[in-house]
């Protein structure tokens, strides 16, 4: 499976957790983004850490949301 990440700009509040745990994904400036891959694991780790829960996560190949 591989995930395909969104960021909701509104909800997040650039604490920078994403970025901390997955930085080969996410950048952190005023509003996260999307910079890149990192494995599975790791992205959805990134995702529940969020305290905002700005991040969803698509499984890419069924369309499904599989967070949160
Ligand atoms: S952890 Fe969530 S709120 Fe914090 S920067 Fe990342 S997406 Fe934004």
Redesign the pocket.
Known sequence: MTYEIE?DEAA????????AIAPEA?E?DDV?RVIGTAPDELVMEAAK????V??RLVDASSGRQVYP
Do not use: L, Q, T
């Open positions: 960021i997040c509040a650039a604490h920078g957790d994403c970025e996410f952190v996260a850490a969020c305290p905002s700005a991040i």
